[in-house]
């Protein structure tokens, strides 16, 4: 009885002893094993109670020194496993290349508007920016649109809840009247930003694009000015892409006219983009109304303008053969990868 006892206890210890520890959950488990609280040492503690009185000290002496010889080498491995870890950290290799960076895509629509703004600034234009929640004059009534004015109907507004006075823009037309009320002629302007419309979404329309206005007021400002600046930016954006001019109607400007771009006949695409005629109207222009000239503290009598306005959506559209404007608002990573490698600057 007494020799099961001591043999017990030795055989722990061989046990302990030999056992070998080479990861942290090895050692874990060792721990929960030797020291944990339901550990395998304290009852042979319990134990002693049967060991005859003249050998408990030895008994005890034995077991305590088990408990020990674990408690050492669960110290000694974890110091080992830490200064190994340690170790490892040191040894990562500074010198291997590093992970490559993805580089990300430009919208289609920042890329066409960059390089609209491009065109222009070879024509000596320069950028003006005004807000997107404008009121009622800059936007519609300046430019010789007031109040009950039919041609409202060309564009429908999202007008502020509670102030009918305040809108969202519906063209950047707005800026140009904010330029006119602030600088004296000459004045060469483009004026790029967001718009809204409330508009039903479709393939061809959005009730949210962006325009690129132009406005350029000097003495002698003629309509050959402005169609050979038309033409240039045609050119320069689309080569030798065929374009038109048809007389139209704004509200600010006299005589108006718009340009359509040939896209093409041919697909079901081409005739659902274009109604069925194979032209795509990128532009509305003409002479400014000498009264929005006058509404705007300008001399008509001294000096003329030109403007024009167009969607950098829908030129977009045409330069990147997108037949669905929705894509352009939508930011499917897989449609805007594609414009990866498409760098204009
Ligand atoms: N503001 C007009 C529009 O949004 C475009 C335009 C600008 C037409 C300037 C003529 C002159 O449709």
Partial sequence: MVIDAFDKVRELQAIIAAGKIENKE????????????????????????????????????????????AEQKFEQISKQLNSKAANEVEQIDLTAPGETIELGSRHPVSLVLNQMIEIFDRLGFTIAEDSEIEDDWHNFTALNTPEDHPARDM????????????????????VQSHVMMTQEPPIRIIAPGRVYRNETISARAHCQFHQVEGLYIAEKVSF???????????????????????PSFFPFTEPSAE????????????????????????????????????????????????????GVERIAMLKYQIDDIRLLFENDVRFLRQFKKTAIF
């Fill in 155 to 174: 564009q429908d507004t999202y007008y502020i809840m509670n102030d009918p006075s305040r809108l969202l823009r519906t063209h950047t037309s707005s």
């Fill in 224 to 246: 050959a000015d402005l169609r050979q600046t038309i033409y240039y930016f045609a050119k320069e954006m689309f080569g030798s892409t065929k374009i038109r001019m048809r």
């Fill in 259 to 310: 340009v359509d771009v040939w896209w093409g006949c041919e697909t079901e695409t081409d005739k659902r983009i274009t109604k069925g005629t194979g032209w795509l109207e990128i532009l509305g222009c003409g002479m400014v109304d000498p009264a929005v000239l006058k509404n705007c503290g300008i001399d008509s009598e001294k000096y003329s303008g030109f403007a024009f306005g167009m």
């Fill in 26 to 69: 090895e050692l874990e488990a060792f721990r929960i094993q030797f020291l944990g609280t339901k550990n395998i040492i304290k009852p042979l503690f319990g134990a002693i109670r049967d060991i005859p009185n003249e050998r408990k000290k030895e008994y005890g002496q034995l077991v305590n020194a088990v408990k020990q010889s």
